[in-house]
């Protein structure tokens, strides 16, 4: 009998053990949810709070009395903004009351998706009585509002002889909370300086609404800032798309602060800067900035004609607008403009003309690693033309944003049209694709449905079946041996199924999105990965070479789904450093569970990408439009799903004229063609590609289609027509977003019908490539599956990779090669060849795109 009593007490003491566990965590949530009104009884806001709560805590960090360090907060974000799930740039301001300097450590307190508190941490040395800034750089949770508190801890830092720092006591604390939260689907602009010079024009809604009525995202203008109070990481301008510079000086940067903007420049950040009429600063020497100008000579030119830049200016105009037009075109006064004359010894790259009039290019490029510099040349802070502009017609031939901008009327009345009152319902995110192609359910759902198996048949056969075995052959006597016999074996069985199915060693799991532009000397890579830590205790994950002496400075961050509602914490939840420093690795808690991040990392090349397969067989536009060139590649597997994209030139005038003519939205400014390769789709190492097979001919239809049908899925109300994106489709819309086929809520619809979707995007801010229809390119998508990320991670010092710890994954590659440049000419309207095409081409290749 006690071997029986033993048998059941065995799971019954499993069983109790589950119980008290689920009372004791209970219980614990309870008495939290105790502790946590406290604060809010007192005007305070605890962690996550939604928006619109009460007691919403002010930016400024409450200091308690007896504490040694005043902590306040200067900026929460750049520009006093930030945007939920992005790094953010946060400016503490510290004032000591020791009677001599000493070494502190600051922590940002932010909680990761399994309850972990990441300790965002920076060491500094602090000086009585003197204030000190001191820049953060957390990765915001996806509920972050106005309200929400985070914790600050000041500690004191102890060095020891041999170089060890060991955290010491407490010296303050406060909570602080952000004054401004874009949200997260809108893109953010920077503007360095006074004048937003018309991206303002792309900030307009509907009174009342957050979004846009005419394109798929509504852009949130940071203005205002000063060149003084940048961050000194580029992880602080993260969240930024564009950075346009307009009337601040450049020479009150300091280092840091244009080394943080030249690496944000190289991971795919694209400075724009508007050249003053005088006192021009970027022409000095000492400009701070000046290793990534574009390689050309500034040329003044005195009472300039701006009427000649009407069309670029205003835009052309229609049957409706074409008086408005003429005294616009005629308040255009005479100003002093710059262009741009290459250097002799420049490269396309270092200074590519992108805009053109009468008296030479006014708008030139340079490519910096993935990102890009742009001068222009027009007096944009002009009277004239600050009243008059159109940001559609100038910033879209420089930015790639193709939607139109309208006045807060022209949004107003269409916020009352059917379309955009429902525009909710037919909304898609374009890259919830992202955390499902990450999550390791295989290993647990195998693991789950071997339990579930095996307790089925413990219960059988320990029970029902197992006595009728014994009744039908009058062994009912041997009942309780019989129990005892089974309970042991399958106790064993469970024990070993166990061990045979718990890892034993880390794996990752990885989706990658890596960019690069031919001729540059890095790559970018945006990376998601889920890494499984078998062990128990501590395992350091790292992003980057291993003891790499590049200037690069990479990011690693833990990884939180959106809209993955609210964390449940382990019951050890613990806390764990995230040096601001040195945030290339991450030392976490370890459960023998998987642990998710996401990376940013910059390099050079670790893989051999397409490339020519000789000099004189790069690609190359003849005159008439008509590509060749032969592509080869050494990637670690062949790349399937290519697409292939040429953008052959931006529309001419007249080309824009007669599309205006026609009372076209939404217009694509830029003559392209999609491809798809075919036969096989897939591009295998070694093999060469025949770029003439994509050249486009008097039938090929434009890009426009391809961006309108293929990636823009129909979507009825409260349904989907057509499907969702597939993954595939997913991708090359989230890489060409900004030229996708806006929303148009002007149409009549009636509630049964299909219309376009509204995509929105979440975890791919500024990896847009729409950028590159503003100039000549080739560009080609494609992915490859089941190899290792792009970027290099270990883990615990062991490169993650399919030699060595087992890593798998999804990389979305994007490849640019810039084609020579051919910029549009624009010149007064009516005069002599304002109806020509663009400067090199005379429109003259085929399909117009438009």
Do not use: C
């Not at 060139?629 to 005038?653: A, C, F, K, M």
């Not at 999609?674 to 239809?701: C, V």
Request: proline share 9%; no cysteine.
């Amino acid at each position: 009998m006690a071997s029986v009593i033993g048998g059941k007490a065995w799971w019954l003491h499993s069983y109790n053990r589950v119980v008290r566990t689920i009372r004791r965590s209970l219980l614990i949530r309870g008495l939290w949810a105790v502790v946590a009104l406290l604060p809010r009884a007192a005007g305070a806001q605890p962690e996550g709070a939604p928006p619109g709560a009460e007691g919403a805590a002010p930016a400024a960090a409450a200091v308690l009395p007896g504490q040694e360090i005043e902590v306040t907060s200067e900026f929460f974000g750049v520009g006093d903004i930030v945007r939920p799930g992005e790094l953010a740039g946060v400016r503490l301001a510290l004032t000591d009351t020791a009677p001599r300097p000493r070494d502190v450590a600051v922590q940002f307190n932010v909680r990761d998706a399994d309850g972990d508190r990441a300790l965002y941490q920076r060491l500094v040395t602090l000086n009585p009585g003197s204030p000190m800034g001191v820049w953060i750089y957390p990765r915001l949770p996806w509920d972050t509002a106005p309200g929400s508190t985070f914790t600050v801890t000041v500690r004191r830092v102890e060095i020891a002889d041999e170089g060890a720092i060991a955290i010491g006591r407490r010296l303050a604390a406060g909570r602080i909370a952000p004054r401004n939260v874009a949200p997260e689907t809108s893109g953010l602009f920077a503007v360095v300086g006074r004048q937003p010079l018309g991206l303002e024009q792309y900030a307009v809604v509907p009174t009342g609404y957050s979004v846009s009525a005419s394109a798929h995202e509504v852009k949130t203008i940071v203005r205002d800032l000063q060149p003084g109070a940048l961050p000194d990481d580029w992880k602080g301008l993260a969240q930024f798309d564009v950075m346009l510079w307009s009337d601040a000086q450049p020479d009150q940067l300091g280092a840091a602060q244009s080394q943080a903007i030249i690496e944000w420049i190289n991971r795919g950040g694209h400075l724009v800067i508007a050249v003053p009429a005088v006192g021009n600063p970027w022409a000095s020497p000492r400009n701070p900035l000046g290793e990534v100008l574009p390689r050309a000579t500034m040329e003044r030119l005195v009472d300039a004609d701006l009427g000649a830049y009407a069309y670029l200016l205003l835009g052309p105009p229609t049957p409706t607008t074409l008086a408005n037009f003429q005294i616009d075109s005629k308040a255009l006064r005479k100003s002093t403009i710059h262009v741009f004359r290459p250097a002799p010894d420049a490269d396309a790259r270092e200074a590519t003309p992108v805009l053109t009039g009468p008296l030479g290019p006014v708008v030139v490029r340079r490519l910096v690693g993935a990102g890009m510099v742009t001068l222009v040349g027009l007096d944009l802070e002009e009277r004239s033309i600050r009243t008059t502009l159109r940001a559609d017609a100038l910033w879209s031939r420089i930015l790639g944003e193709r939607s139109d901008t309208l006045s807060p009327s022209e949004a107003q009345q269409l916020s009352g049209t059917l379309g955009f009152s429902t525009r909710a319902n037919t909304t898609r995110p374009v890259d919830a694709h992202i955390a499902g192609a990450i999550a390791k359910t295989q290993s647990a759902s195998v693991g789950l449905l071997v339990g579930l198996v095996l307790f089925i048949a413990y219960w059988l056969i320990a029970g029902p079946l197992g006595f009728a075995v014994l009744k039908a052959r009058g062994l009912e006597r041997h009942a309780w041996a019989a129990f005892v016999a089974s309970t042991v074996l399958f106790t064993a069985v469970a024990w070993v199924g166990a061990a045979w199915l718990r890892p034993k060693s880390e794996e990752l799991v990885h989706y990658t999105i890596l960019d690069h532009i031919y001729g540059q000397p890095v790559q970018r890579a945006r990376v998601f990965a889920s890494v499984l830590l078998p062990t128990y205790g501590e395992e350091r994950v790292s992003l980057g070479e291993p003891n790499s002496t590049a200037a690069w400075r990479h990011s690693l961050t833990p990884f939180i789904e959106p809209g993955g509602g609210s964390i449940v914490a382990f019951p050890d939840a613990r806390e764990y450093i995230a040096d601001v420093r040195d945030a290339s690795g991450l030392t976490v808690p370890a459960r023998s569970t998987i642990k998710s991040f996401q990376g940013e990392w910059v390099g050079a090349p670790r893989w051999s990408m397409p490339r020519p397969v000789a000099p004189d067989r790069a690609p190359a536009l003849s005159r008439s439009g008509a590509l060749s060139g032969v592509l080869v590649h050494d990637l670690p597997g062949p790349l399937t799903d290519v697409r292939v994209i040429l953008v052959q030139r931006q529309t001419s005038q007249e080309e824009d004229r007669r599309a205006a003519d026609r009372g076209a939205r939404g217009r694509l400014r830029a003559v392209a063609y999609a491809f798809a390769k075919q036969d096989p789709s897939s591009w295998s190492p070694g093999e060469e590609l025949d770029l003439s097979r994509f050249s486009p001919t008097i039938t090929t239809e434009p890009v426009q289609k391809y961006l309108q049908e293929s990636l823009v899925p129909r979507v009825k109300f409260g349904g989907v027509a057509d499907g969702e994106l597939l993954d595939t489709r997913a991708e090359e819309a989230l890489s060409l977003y900004g030229v996708l086929e806006p929303p148009d809520f002007h149409s009549p619809y009636s509630p049964g019908d299909a219309r376009p979707a509204v995509l929105q995007r979440r975890l791919v801010h500024s990896m847009d490539l729409a950028r590159w229809f503003t100039q000549p390119a080739l560009i080609i998508l494609g992915h490859l599956d089941d190899a290792p990320p792009p970027a290099p991670m270990s883990v615990g010092g062991q490169a993650l990779d399919d030699k060595a710890l087992p890593a798998s994954g999804r990389t979305l590659l994007r490849w640019v090669y810039p084609l020579d440049p051919d910029p549009p000419a624009f010149s007064a309207p009516g005069a002599s060849g304002a109806s020509g095409g663009s400067g090199a081409s005379g429109g003259s290749r085929p399909g117009g795109g438009v």
